[in-house]
């Protein structure tokens, strides 16, 4: 064999090593992607274009590189059959197909919408038949958010090829204007400021500032000068008494099953995509307690992602329950410890990303998306 020979095997071996590498990120990658994706919203948003810029740019760079020095491969079977069985094996269509979960047609001939919410307004163009209701549906929001965003009174109709400006979520779009604050806003538009702050492409900072000329998505608002429809009632649930007092566990921290209301107060934020708890607003300072029994795994101000004060339980069942913007210095438990369910570990404040006192409270299943808390409740 000459020595172009052996160096051209050399290169083939080499290509073929590399693709095999870059399959296996690839897999790595796919099994980590909701961590990824976890990091980028607790940002609020701000990394992720330049992330999906990134990522982009090295696939296409991963492509070009790969691609050419596969190109340029012989049939080596002969002189390196483990490679070949390794990473030339062809996956047969009918697996490809169970893998994908689609048919290969039916990739083609469909559109997958993602359910994250997006981060800006866009614009739509209305197509032959269409109704107002359709759309909307179609998007995900209400009809009142189209209107209010294109100045549709209830009796304006639309045409086919007539461009609508379509809102990520049900709700209005503010310019900020000198003096506006996040709490102005949401008085102006009837609702909670801590909507404004938790919807994650509004870029506000740790002290909630506002640019003049930026766009804000306000959730769930109506602007005044337009008909409300009518809102579901603040719910008012029940808690630990106000005065109640701290005590220890009782049955060795063991977990029951079944979740109690960590606190009393007013439900002024349901669970949503991108708010995945619910918050139960009332005074600062009153007791919160655990859920269920468990074991403490966070306690106190450990990052800065908005969360502020916080506590964490592991329950013995699996689930993990989250207490955030509790009251600064306010834990009476530390990490390690076991508590029970009922037991008082802090006091509601208003700590980190917080416009007001209230709780923040979440349900996490271990490798699955968080849970609407309320599904828990008793």
């Not at 689930?319 to 009476?332: C, P």
Request: with cysteine; charged share 20%.
């Amino acid at each position: 064999m000459s020595l172009f020979d052996e160096i051209q095997d050399f290169s083939n071996c080499i290509s073929l090593y590399s693709v095999s590498k870059a399959k296996k990120c690839g897999y790595i990658f796919e099994h980590n992607k909701k961590f990824i994706t976890k990091k980028i919203i607790s940002k609020r948003g701000q990394l992720s274009r330049p992330t999906v810029h990134l990522g982009m740019v090295g696939i296409i760079a991963g492509v070009l590189v790969g691609g050419s020095l596969v190109g340029g491969s012989s049939d080596n079977s002969s002189q390196y059959p483990e490679v070949d069985a390794a990473t030339e094996q062809q996956i047969p269509e009918a697996d490809l197909v169970s893998f994908v979960g689609n048919s290969l047609e039916d990739m083609n001939s469909q559109t997958l919408i993602s359910t994250k919410p997006r981060d800006q307004i866009i614009e739509y163009q209305v197509k032959s038949g269409e109704t107002l209701s359709e759309i909307a549906e179609k998007f995900g929001i209400d009809t009142n958010t189209i209107k209010w965003a294109n100045d549709l009174s209830d009796t304006d109709s639309i045409k086919p090829q007539q461009k609508l400006k379509i809102l990520p979520v049900t709700g209005v779009a503010h310019q900020v204007v000198r003096g506006d604050t996040v709490y102005t806003i949401a008085k102006t538009y009837d609702t909670n400021p801590q909507a404004i702050v938790d919807f994650p492409f509004n870029d506000i900072g740790e002290n909630l500032s506002l640019r003049i000329g930026q766009i804000i998505i306000v959730p769930d608002g109506t602007p005044p000068e337009k008909p409300r429809p009518a809102k579901a009632p603040v719910k008012v649930v029940e808690g630990p008494t106000v005065d109640a007092k701290p005590q220890k566990p009782q049955d060795s921290g063991k977990s029951t099953g079944t979740l109690v209301w960590p606190v009393r107060g007013l439900i002024t934020q349901g669970f949503k995509s991108y708010h995945p708890g619910i918050d139960i607003a009332g005074g600062s300072g009153d007791a919160v307690v655990a859920a269920d029994g468990g074991e403490i795994i966070v306690s106190g101000w450990v990052d800065n992602t908005g969360y502020g004060n916080r506590i964490m339980i592991k329950h013995d069942n699996g689930l993990v329950t989250l207490y955030a913007h509790l009251l600064s210095n306010s834990n009476k438990v530390k990490a390690g410890d076991r508590v029970s369910k009922g037991q008082i570990i802090g006091l509601r404040g208003s700590t980190g990303r917080s416009t007001g006192s209230h709780l923040h409270f979440e349900v996490r299943r271990p490798g699955a998306a968080n849970s609407n808390p309320i599904n828990y409740l008793k």
